[in-house]
Each structure stands twice: as C-alpha cells, then as structure tokens.
Antibody, heavy 120, light 106 residues
Framework: EVRLVQSGAEVKKPGESLKISCKAS????????LGWVRQTPGKGLEWMAL????????RYSPSFEGHVTISVDSSVWTAYLQWRSLAVSDTGTYYC?????????????WGSGTTVIVSS | DIQMTQSPSSLSASVGDTVTITCRAS??????LAWYQHKPGVAPKLVVY???RLESGVPSRFGGSGSGTHYTLTISSLQPGDLATYYC?????????FGGGTKVEI
C-alpha cells in the first residue's frame, strides 16, 4: 500500500524556522515526483513545490520560491518542506502528495496534512 | 501561469440529483486535467485524471469530460457522502494550478 505519513501539527511565532516532513512507503521513492500543496481557508489549494528524489531535482511555484525550501533524504524515504522565517500568512494545512513519474502529472496519493499555525 | 476558473463556487443539491461542475483553463491543457474531492479534515482524494479517466475505486457516478480549455465533472445520483469541495487542477505545465473549488452541499 502506498502511504505518505506527515509530521504533526506545529504552532510557531513569526520569524521562527520550521521543517515539516513526509515519509513515504509502499512504492519506489526515487522514481516519482513528490510535491507540497497548501490549503488556506481563503485560497483553497495552492501547489507549492516538487522534488524528484532520484535526481534531487526541484521545481517551485513562483508564489513560494525563495520563501520555502523542499528537500529529500532518500535514505529514510522522506521529503521535507522548510521555512527560515515564518510569517502569519504561512498559517494553513500543508499536504504532501505523490505526483507521478513525469513532471507534468497528477497527484494520486496524498498525506493526511500538517497544520501550521503562526501567531504571535 | 495557466489560470483555472472553476464554477460555481458552491451549489446545493438533493440526494439523487445530478450536478455538474465546470473548469476553464486560460490556455489549451491537452486534457491534462484532474479532479479532486476534499472533505474537511481529511486528505484530498483523486477522482478523475486525464480529464475523463476515473481513478480506481471511485464510483461510476462520477464522470469527467472535456478538452482544450473547457472541462466538466458530473456527479450523478448524488449521495450524502459526496458532500465535499471539488477542485480541478491542470498538470499540463508547471506551476501546476488549481481551480478555486466548488463546495457541494446536500
């Protein structure tokens, strides 16, 4: 069974750093793109970034590039999303999702989400 | 970026009804279109990919169609479990982009 297990909810203050994780199992981790999607009450779903573990290639949405960093540790089948300095506007639920073998592909398996609350 | 315009933003229907959700892309996306069902508190679920292909395990009451810039998701014989927000997404080109969502209320 293909599974994506995400790290738990976080409560942070503006300016703090954060790294959330997504551990994959049940498929060839190195052979599929894996992405992050944000959900906020006002904006629905927003595609943020992708990483291809087999080649450590990354792609970012212009809306998020420079503000977040996507990475992987293939030895533990885990992808990460990292912020150096959180803002209140980063509050939301973050989903990881397997995208497929091609860069242009749909997201067929999703994690259960990590809720991030940024508040002073 | 490819813009995805989804309509309506919400709809109310009764059990047994047929509902249709529309998604329009700002350019031809060559049927690289997926539909997702998102219920509160759970992960989004893939319903349709390649505009018209039903994901494994999804009831045949769900159907997708369209080409070029215009796509639709149809839910026949609406069931209480279909209460959710539905999103279209183009995956023709990065950045992948979602429609604004359609909240289906029973």
């Amino acid at each position: 069974e293909v599974r994506l297990v995400q790290s738990g909810a976080e409560v942070k203050k503006p300016g703090e750093s954060l790294k959330i994780s997504c551990k994959a199992s049940g498929y060839s981790f190195s052979s599929y793109w894996l992405g992050w999607v944000r959900q906020t009450p006002g904006k629905g779903l927003e595609w943020m970034a992708l990483v291809y573990p087999g080649r450590s290639q990354t792609r970012y949405s212009p809306s998020f590039e420079g503000h977040v960093t996507i990475s992987v540790d293939s030895s533990v089948w885990t992808a990460y999303l990292q912020w150096r300095s959180l803002a209140v506007s980063d509050t939301g639920t973050y989903y990881c999702a397997r995208q497929g073998a091609d860069l242009s592909d749909y997201m067929d398996v999703w994690g259960s989400g990590t809720t991030v609350i940024v508040s002073s | 970026d490819i813009q995805m315009t989804q309509s309506p933003s919400s709809l109310s229907a009764s059990v047994g009804d047929t509902v249709t959700i529309t998604c329009r892309a700002s350019q031809d996306i060559r049927e690289s279109l997926a539909w997702y069902q998102h219920k509160p508190g759970v992960a989004p679920k893939l319903v349709v990919y390649a505009a018209s292909r039903l994901e494994s395990g999804v009831p045949s009451r769900f159907g997708g169609s369209g080409s070029g810039t215009h796509y639709t998701l149809t839910i026949s014989s609406l069931q209480p479990g279909d209460l959710a927000t539905y999103y279209c997404q183009q995956y023709y080109r990065t950045p992948l982009t979602f429609g604004g969502g359609t909240k289906v209320e029973i």
